[in-house]
């Protein structure tokens, strides 16, 4: 199993960035995912998750701005982030779980500026 995101890069504050991550080895549908960040200094946090039937859910500080969604056709997840604060800059990752590890992508930059 591996991943891959793509999609980032600098964004004004307000504005908005669609986070791409790219599944492969086997069909996406058997597994939920996740959407991590992490910023300098800080702890890796989880943003969103979605479940193999559709089910998400977000910390609490997306506060609704963010929508996780995933095409099990395409073996893609999505990240769709508006609203963007300086404090959501980050460098984002998908994530699941395969054979009781976590698999990881190699994270993507967000940045936002003012």
């Known amino acids: 199993v591996q991943l891959m995101e793509s999609g980032g890069g600098s964004v004004q504050a307000g504005g908005s960035v669609r986070l791409s991550c790219e599944f492969s080895?086997?069909?996406?549908?058997?597994?939920?995912m996740r959407w991590y960040r992490q910023a300098p200094g800080k702890k890796r946090e989880m943003v969103a998750a979605?479940?193999?039937?559709?089910?998400?859910d977000y910390a609490d500080f997306v506060e609704g701005r963010f929508t996780v969604s995933r095409d099990n056709a395409r073996n893609m997840v999505y990240l769709q982030m508006n609203d963007l604060k300086f404090e959501d800059a980050a460098v984002y990752y998908c994530?699941?779980?395969?054979?009781?590890?976590?698999?990881w992508g190699q994270g993507t930059q967000v940045t936002v500026s003012g």
């Open positions: 994530a699941t779980v395969y054979h009781c590890g976590w698999i």
């Open positions: 080895g086997i069909p996406l549908k058997l597994n939920g």
């Open positions: 979605i479940t193999t039937g559709g089910t998400s």
